[in-house]
């Protein structure tokens, strides 16, 4: 089988993995299964991401992810994020159990102080309790509750990302109904991201791994058509080096260099995920 490859067009978005693929929960649906043993990818220091930025900065990057794993884990946190917004602007995606009073205070003084945006991406998983800890855990829907609050209370408007493992979210009823919880904790203008599921990981578990079918062929998609997806404008480093995408972090041959300039040519799209990001048109940023 002959795949399309993606083209990188220019490196215009940097993700990190600073919390490796360690959490301190296990959701049913997390695609590159982390939890609180999983050391696959370990936590990044400020020293390394002072690095990549270093290099970022010399490619031109214009815009920071950071991921996990739960980023809040890191206790260089917040001081990367200080580091960050000297050069760009952040989003950060968080499960919000750690979203602590001065956690939420330091966060604001952070995006009072850069002239870069600061955003925090937190996810629910179901309207409600009981819908939501199927997914994410007994005890997590309470805690992240009294994240927001706290979020809110120092005047942070975050975007709020839900899965469509959460049933019902992807219908408009379904998103009208998020847009109010979110609204319930005084967040005037409510935002959502409906995000896709990969089929790898703890997800292969929950209801099935890729078939072998969902692959992109040369056929089904040209090099040209390629070049819209996420990777051909993202590169995502972790405690191992350099990969294509937040994606396929446990997949040996994404892994593209040790050095962002390693990583400027094309990737074949060979992975189920990455049909998934066709169909879909999934994209990570917010
Ligand atoms: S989905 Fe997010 S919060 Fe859940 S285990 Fe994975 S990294 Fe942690
Ligand atoms: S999983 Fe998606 S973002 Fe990653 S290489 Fe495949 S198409 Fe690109």
């Known amino acids: 089988m002959t795949f399309p490859s993606t083209p990188l067009l220019a490196l215009d978005t940097l993700w990190f993995q600073v919390a490796g693929t360690i959490c301190n929960i296990e959701c049913t649906h997390c695609f590159i299964s982390c939890s609180p043993r999983n050391h696959s990818h370990e936590m990044m220091t400020l020293g390394e991401c002072e690095r990549w930025l270093a290099e970022a900065r010399e490619l031109g990057v214009r815009e920071y992810y950071f991921t996990g794993g739960e980023p809040f884990m890191n206790r260089d946190m917040l ?134 079918w969902e692959r992109l062929t040369a056929e089904s998609l040209t090099d040209e058509e390629a070049s819209v997806l996420q990777c051909s404008s993202c590169r995502m480093v972790t405690s191992k080096g350099v990969y294509v995408c937040p994606i396929l972090i446990e997949e040996p041959e994404a892994r593209m260099g040790d050095t962002l300039r390693d990583t400027m040519r094309p990737f074949p799209l060979k992975y189920g995920a990455c049909h998934t990001c066709w169909v879909d048109g999934v994209t990570c940023t917010t």
């Open 79 to 212: 001081a990367i994020l200080e580091a960050t917004l000297r050069q760009g602007p952040a989003t950060v995606l968080t499960n919000g159990m750690l979203l602590r009073p001065d956690v939420c205070r330091r966060l604001r003084e952070l995006f009072d102080a850069s002239d870069y945006s600061l955003d925090l991406r937190v996810s629910l998983d179901g309207f409600d309790r009981e819908s939501h800890d199927a997914i994410r855990g007994r005890g997590v829907w309470d805690r992240v509750m009294i994240g927001l609050r706290n979020l809110a209370d120092v005047g942070l408007n975050p975007v709020m990302t839900v899965t469509t493992a959460a049933e019902g979210v992807a219908s408009a009823e379904g998103r009208a109904r998020f847009l109010d919880i979110i609204r319930g904790f005084g967040f005037d203008r409510p935002r959502l991201k409906v995000l896709s599921l990969f089929r790898i990981g703890a997800e292969e578990q929950r209801t099935r791994a890729y078939e072998d």
